[in-house]
């Protein structure tokens, strides 16, 4: 699928974010810049919309490694594992410690080998203009069919 604009991945994100319940985890696999972390602020801006809560500011953990986000009934756990170079340094940030509690998006998540049920996978690369971009989506659990969803 090719992504067209902003407005776009937002109504894609939409589209995930009506869907997203404790216990789903999200894939973000791509290049630096291609957009997981902008893909990750219209999913989380737009739950806090569907729950009436105000928009917060979403910021790429590639430093911290790690932002929540308290949704009302949901959690969410936005991981950048960009820096980490061995999976057992995952080891040390208990990823899956409580994933039935908790809504995980990961971006860069090469090193993670644990299997998961309800995974939603997203691959972003860079499309031929600058403003677009390409977009796979392989879903396990009851993600399965979900690329047809959109």
């Known amino acids: 699928m090719i992504i067209k604009s902003l407005e776009h991945l937002n109504q894609i994100s939409k589209t995930i974010s009506e869907n997203l319940e404790n216990g789903d985890c999200i894939f973000l696999i791509g290049e630096i810049g291609v957009g997981k972390t902008t893909l990750t602020r219209h999913l989380i801006n737009n739950l806090q919309t569907q729950k009436g809560l105000k928009v917060t500011e979403v910021l790429s953990p ?24 061995k999976a057992k340094e995952l080891d040390h940030l208990g990823i899956f410690s409580e994933n039935e509690k908790t809504i995980q998006i990961i971006e860069w998540p090469d090193l993670i080998k644990t299997p998961l049920i309800n995974k939603l996978e997203i691959h972003l690369e860079y499309g031929k203009n600058d403003n677009e971009r390409k977009m796979k989506i392989r879903g396990l659990g ?9």
């Open 62 to 85: 590639t430093f911290n490694l790690l932002y929540e986000y308290e949704i009302k009934d949901l959690k969410i756990m936005h991981y950048d594992l960009y820096r980490l170079k």
């Open 142 to 150: 009851k993600w399965k069919d979900f690329e047809n969803e959109i």
